[in-house]
DNA sequence: AGCTACTCCTGGTAGC
DNA sequence: TGCTACCAGGAGTAGC
């Protein structure tokens, strides 16, 4: 599951072969990608225009377009669980689970690859209306520990939700999410508003340190997720401490692992080293 | 306000 | 071996 690192990532690979160039042609082979636009509208905006630039927010890859040198919109990716982004040259054989295809003006194609149809590849007038309700960046200054420790208390939920939540901050998913918890001694299911100001600290700097890392190690890599045939795969994966190490011994205390569902979502924990709360329904 | 449940999808896998 | 049933899961939305 791209997570911040993993489309990070993504996004400084395809850089350099998307930046500067025209965008000749779209194919597009499910049109639920485009997220509510049609094949023919979607057509009809991005012909044309040149990528001026390619940056990520939060999990998102933003394709910002020019026509005619003027502003003309931008492309709103999001990979979901298997989405994947490749440029190519032209004459390789494509994935019969791509679902966009972007001709550039240097004879190389842009590839949105996913399997299970759940990511999005859709064109904004404005990109930043579509990224408008997500929380901070959580490796910019905005992202504070003293703004961390005062939203946290200012809400009553609990903390794996909470941090999945894309508008309070944004990026995170499940596996960074556990990561980080076990890194700051918390557990998921912890409310938010009794988390005490050491270990708001913590949880921030768990968040920072394990995200900056997992960016360094080029992100995480699944059967599902892997990079282009120009690229290796990430590394991070090697350095997981509790997610998808069920019944493994933890890496503090020895004991063993366990999984549990929070939030119907698998959620990995350390029940020595993260002190449950007590009684919750 | 904050929770659960449901939806979207399909490859992989457990169970028979 | 071959079938079916179920699972994973980010985000949006509906309902309590």
Same mark, same amino acid.
């Given at each position: 599951?791209?997570?911040?690192?993993?489309?990070?990532?993504?996004?400084?690979?395809?850089?350099?072969?998307?930046?500067?160039?025209?965008?000749?042609?779209?194919?597009?082979?499910? *049109? =639920? %990608?485009?997220?509510?636009?049609?094949?023919?509208? $979607? +057509?009809?905006?991005?012909?044309?225009?040149?990528?001026?630039?390619?940056?990520?927010?939060?999990?998102?890859?933003?394709?910002?377009?020019? =026509?005619?040198? /003027?502003?003309?919109?931008?492309?709103?990716?999001?990979?979901?669980? @298997?989405?994947?982004?490749?440029?190519?040259?032209?004459?390789?054989?494509?994935?019969?689970?791509?679902?966009? /295809?972007?001709?550039?003006?240097?004879?190389?194609?842009?590839? $949105?690859?996913?399997?299970?149809? $759940?990511?999005?590849?859709?064109? +904004?007038?404005?990109?930043?209306?579509?990224?408008?309700?997500?929380?901070?960046?959580?490796?910019?200054?905005?992202?504070?520990?003293?703004?961390?420790?005062?939203?946290?208390?200012?809400?009553?939920?609990?903390?794996?939700?909470?941090?999945?939540?894309?508008?309070?901050?944004?990026?995170?998913?499940?596996?960074?999410?556990?990561?980080?918890?076990?890194?700051?001694?918390?557990?998921?299911?912890?409310?938010?508003?009794?988390?005490?100001?050491?270990?708001?600290?913590?949880?921030? !700097?768990?968040?920072? *340190? %394990?995200?900056?890392?997992?960016?360094?190690?080029?992100? !995480?890599?699944?059967? @599902? $997720?892997?990079? %282009?045939?120009?690229?290796?795969?990430?590394?991070?994966?090697?350095?997981?401490?509790?997610?998808?190490?069920?019944?493994?011994?933890?890496?503090?205390?020895?004991?063993?692992? %366990?999984?549990?569902?929070?939030?119907? /979502?698998? @959620?990995?924990?350390?029940?020595?080293?993260?002190?449950?709360?007590?009684?919750?329904?």
């Amino acid at each position: 599951m791209p997570e911040l690192p993993e489309v990070e990532t993504v996004a400084r690979l395809i850089r350099p072969s998307l930046e500067g160039r025209g965008i000749t042609g779209a194919h597009v082979s499910w *049109e =639920r %990608t485009l997220g509510g636009v049609s094949r023919r509208v $979607f +057509h009809e905006r991005v012909k044309g225009t040149r990528i001026d630039g390619v940056r990520r927010r939060a999990k998102f890859i933003v394709f910002d377009l020019s =026509r005619g040198g /003027r502003p003309a919109g931008g492309l709103v990716g999001h990979l979901r669980m @298997t989405g994947r982004m490749h440029v190519e040259d032209a004459e390789l054989e494509p994935s019969p689970y791509c679902r966009v /295809r972007l001709e550039l003006d240097d004879g190389r194609v842009f590839h $949105f690859i996913d399997v299970r149809k $759940f990511g999005r590849l859709e064109y +904004h007038e404005d990109p930043e209306e579509r990224l408008a309700d997500l929380g901070p960046e959580p490796l910019e200054d905005e992202f504070t520990a003293d703004w961390l420790l005062r939203e946290l208390r200012a809400r009553k939920r609990m903390l794996k939700p909470l941090l999945l939540d894309q508008s309070f901050v944004a990026g995170l998913g499940n596996i960074y999410v556990d990561e980080s918890l076990h890194a700051s001694k918390l557990h998921p299911l912890r409310r938010s508003d009794t988390v005490r100001p050491q270990a708001a600290r913590r949880l921030w !700097s768990a968040i920072r *340190e %394990t995200l900056a890392e997992a960016i360094e190690r080029e992100g !995480s890599s699944f059967d @599902t $997720f892997y990079r %282009t045939p120009e690229g290796q795969p990430g590394s991070y994966q090697h350095q997981f401490r509790v997610y998808g190490r069920a019944g493994k011994a933890c890496g503090e205390c020895g004991r063993g692992i %366990t999984r549990i569902v929070v939030a119907q /979502r698998g @959620t990995h924990v350390c029940r020595q080293c993260q002190r449950a709360p007590r009684i919750r329904a």
